[in-house]
Each structure stands twice: as structure tokens, then as C-alpha cells.
């Protein structure tokens, strides 16, 4: 019985053991700063805080107009970035200049992808598969030590049968492994599900303390989301668009579910690395940290709304889809990375 006591303990300080290890590795990195406000965008909201940015900042200046009900025009194509590049490419191959359908493709673009990837390479983010693969193993740890607490039991009546003396019962003796374990799994779950490391919230903080007067209308949707942008007409335009959870479906397919402008919901899409379970790609940007799609993984995806927290869809107020290269793989709904956002 000694044996099985050490065998439990050994078990839960290798499962405790290996969380922590792979909690620390996948939210490693160089770090940095924060180098422009697209990657402050995307830290905050994603995929489509970054988008949003662009948008807001083309119209901001006449670049483009967008009239009712969310119709974009460009009045000049002329581009200051990769991002605003993108948002002009992609409108002029579009059919029709549908301000939801223009962001959804943009948030795919390779522009806004690489975004994401540079900052998951620094270890500002974390890649969305990374965090549902630990995540994955948290659980699995959880319940391994949840389900061997009634077998302990069960081995605690067994021996009292056949050995009615025993001074100290078997699962009090394995009791403090068990709640280690299962405490550890929580925790490190916890860590995982943050989109975000310790050192992206550090340099996006930094890079709001030292651009936070600027007054122009992309720092302000980047650094606050829709709910900083001055102008209430594309506000309202910009969130309406980031509630599309993606363009019209043909007859005979499954309709959609809604896409709501909330903090870290999960986006939908068609390989959205960045997306997949995070709330940026989907609902609308009002600010805080979101998801992020990643370059290539978005590519066949569709991002839709926006939000902090997750991606791909509106800047929002919190975390895909998941929205650059990784993890985005059938989210959409922050960030990261093309799937929701929070207004």
C-alpha cells in the first residue's frame, strides 16, 4: 500500500511538473516594445482592432468615404502602410464595397497576419494552438486527479475489509497529491487561457503611456478601441459591421450564429489560427485586449468581428481568430489571430 501511496505522489509532482514547464515555455520569448500602433491595435484588439485602425484612419482623412448602410468608396488610393495598403487592395477586388465583407478580408491579409506572427515570435502573444494545447493538458491533469479520488476511496474500502487496523486510511494519505494536482491544473489552466503574456501587457502599457496624446484617429481606435473614436456616424458604422459574423451563407448550408462586439468569445472562420476560441475576431472593438490571426492559417478563413480580448474581427475591449498563422483554425467571433472582439 506504501508502494501505491508513493506511486500517486510521484505521478502528481511529474503531472505538476510538466503544466508548469510548458506554461513557462510557451509564454517565453525576447520581449520588446511595441513598435507602431498596428501591433498596439493587435494586442488589444486583434485582427480587427487593426482594421478597424486602418479604416478609421483612411476615412479620418478623406481616403475613403462610407455611406449608408456601410458602403465604403475610395475617394483617394493613396496608402501610408501595409495595413491601409491592404484595406485599398482588398476593397478593389471586392464585388462590393461592404464595410463587413472589406474587413473580413483585410483581417486575412497577409499585412494584418504578420502582424500577429512577429508578435507571438517575440513573445508578446501566444499562438492559439500553443494556449488549447496547454489548456488541453491542464484538463487532462484536472481530471486525472478528479477521477482518482473515488478510485482511492474505492482502494480505501478495500483495504479496510482486509485490514481493519490500518491507523491512517489510503486516500488520506494520497488526498494532498490529488488537490496539488488538480490546484495546478487550475492555475496553470488559468495562465494558458491568456492570450497575452506578462511582457506584451508591459509593452503595450508603455507604448499607451507614450503615445497616449496623440489625438489622431488610428492611435486613438488602437489604443481604446471604437469606443475612442470621435466620430459617432463611422463608430456606429464600424460596429454594426463587426456584429456581421460573416457574409451571407448560400441556401442548404447552416446558417451562422450571431456574432456579438463582446470580451474574449470565441470567432468563427475557416482556418483562423489566430481566432480559433478567442473573442477578437468577431464582435465589435471598444478596447482592452483581444485575439489575433496569423499569417497563412487566415488565409482560407474568415474573419468577422472585432473586440478586446481576442481578434480578428473589430478592435474590442479584450482575445482569433485566433489571427495569424497558428490557431485560428474554425473560430470566429479579438485575437490571435480572426474571431471576436468587444465593443
Request: contains cysteine; proline residues 5%.
Amino acid at each position: 500500500m506504501n508502494t501505491l501511496v508513493v506511486v500517486f505522489y510521484v505521478a502528481a509532482a511529474v503531472g505538476i511538473a510538466l503544466l508548469v514547464t510548458r506554461v513557462v515555455r510557451s509564454r517565453g520569448g525576447p520581449g520588446g516594445p511595441v513598435h507602431d500602433r498596428y501591433e498596439a491595435a493587435f494586442l488589444n484588439g486583434g485582427p480587427a482592432r487593426v482594421v478597424d485602425t486602418a479604416v478609421a484612419a483612411l476615412q479620418s482623412d478623406g481616403r475613403i468615404a462610407i455611406g449608408g448602410p456601410g458602403i465604403v468608396a475610395v475617394v483617394r488610393s493613396v496608402a501610408h502602410d501595409p495595413v491601409e495598403r491592404a484595406v485599398l487592395q482588398e476593397h478593389a477586388a471586392a464585388p462590393h464595397g461592404a464595410l463587413h465583407h472589406l474587413r473580413l478580408a483585410v483581417m486575412r491579409h497577409p499585412a494584418v497576419q504578420e502582424i500577429g506572427d512577429g508578435l507571438a515570435a517575440r513573445g508578446l502573444i501566444v499562438e492559439p494552438s500553443r494556449r488549447r494545447t496547454t489548456a488541453a493538458w491542464c484538463l487532462g491533469v484536472g481530471l486525472t486527479a478528479f477521477f482518482l479520488f473515488p478510485v482511492s476511496v474505492g482502494i480505501t474500502m478495500v483495504h479496510l475489509s482486509t485490514a481493519p487496523e490500518m491507523s491512517v486510511p489510503f486516500v488520506v494519505k494520497v488526498l494532498p497529491a490529488l488537490l496539488a494536482a488538480g490546484a495546478a491544473a487550475i492555475a496553470c489552466g488559468a495562465v494558458a487561457g491568456r492570450r497575452i503574456t506578462s511582457a506584451g501587457q508591459q509593452a503595450v502599457s508603455a507604448y499607451g503611456r507614450a503615445h497616449g496624446h496623440l489625438a489622431d484617429t488610428g492611435h486613438l481606435v488602437a489604443l481604446y478601441g471604437l469606443r475612442g473614436l470621435p466620430d459617432p456616424v463611422l463608430r456606429e458604422q464600424l460596429l454594426a459591421a463587426a456584429r456581421v459574423y460573416a457574409p451571407p451563407r448560400g441556401r442548404g448550408r447552416r446558417p451562422a450564429a450571431p456574432r456579438h462586439h463582446s470580451t474574449d468569445h470565441a470567432a468563427a472562420g475557416a482556418a483562423l489560427v489566430w481566432c480559433a476560441g478567442n473573442t477578437f475576431c468577431g464582435g465589435g472593438s471598444s478596447g482592452g485586449n483581444s485575439g489575433s490571426c496569423s499569417s497563412g492559417s487566415c488565409s482560407s478563413g474568415s474573419c468577422s468581428g472585432g473586440g478586446s480580448g481576442s481578434g480578428c474581427g473589430g478592435g474590442g475591449a479584450s482575445s482569433c481568430s485566433s489571427s495569424s498563422g497558428s490557431s485560428c483554425s474554425s473560430s470566429s467571433s479579438s485575437g490571435s489571430s480572426c474571431s471576436s472582439s468587444s465593443s
